[in-house]
């Protein structure tokens, strides 16, 4: 689907491109979500591109992403997706800036689209052009990423204090280990991606500072700027992120060993409580003729009270070393 966004009125208008119709002169960007065979080959005949397969745009070197070819400024960049479907993800984005025109391919749909689209529909102080929108789809994808590690670090603080204020044993009403373990997993995995897709994102906008010199994007020098440090700062937030996640999860880990330990503790003091009264009992379970003990009137009654007294003494003994 090739959706054309155009300029009328001083406002940028959405409009769906149908097959067979001209290329409208207004049109500023033009956004081709999972395109067919026939649009792709539309595109580049019209606006005498090349653009790039699924295949191509998953490609991880440099050269195969940042390049200039046919007088357009292709960049392909790592975006995060589908975080608020449940089904956090990231996927490969390319622009194009062609002279006035702005291409974008996809075949997600990363929160920043819609939101970019929706503010440079709204009235502008100038007139949207190709390099306005690719600046403002950029920046959009920033504030998408602030938000999303916003969100992971709340997540985390959650968490954390689930397990050092609350505890996290299940007998006691607490949260489940495998359920802290499980979400614990989910931030990290989220915030990995979110750093795949914030370093992607820097090599994009490294590239575009060197292509500051194009006409259009003369003027955006300042924002794009900002956008570095702005992406610099975040990747060394997500960093921090990460530090935070592993030494939780190693927390979590340590206080399920603990408790472990503790299980196993109170099995070994049963063992080692019980043992005197199982050496009385199989001192008296002998079945040999002459055992003077077993024509006492009172030798049972003696043997219940040693194993009694032994077991006490040695839970008495353990009590007193502070073994319990």
Known sequence: MITCYLQEDGLLKRRRWEENEPLPESAVWLDLFAPTHWEDKLTESLLGIG??????????????RLYVEDGGIYMTTTLLCGIAE????????????????????RYDEPKAFPLAAHRLQKPQSEPVSAALALVDLLDAVVERTADILEAIAAEIDLISRSVFEAGISDRRGGPDFHDVIRAIGRQGMLT???????????????FLGLHQGNGQLVGHRGTIKSMTRDVRSLSDHAASLDTKINFLLDAVLGLVNLDQSAIIKIFSVLAVVFMPPTLIASIYGMNFQFMPELEWHY??????????????GTYGFFRWKRWL
């Open 86 to 105: 449940g089904r956090p993800g990231t996927t490969p984005v390319t622009f194009i800036l062609v002279g006035n025109r702005l291409v974008t391919v």
């Open 192 to 206: 990995n991606r979110a750093q795949e897709s914030l370093m992607s994102l820097s090599r994009t906008l490294a």
């Open 299 to 312: 030798g049972y009654m003696v043997s219940i009270g040693l194993m009694v007294v032994s077991a006490v």
């Open 51 to 64: 653009v790039p397969t699924q295949e191509e745009m998953k490609e991880i070197e440099t050269s195969s």
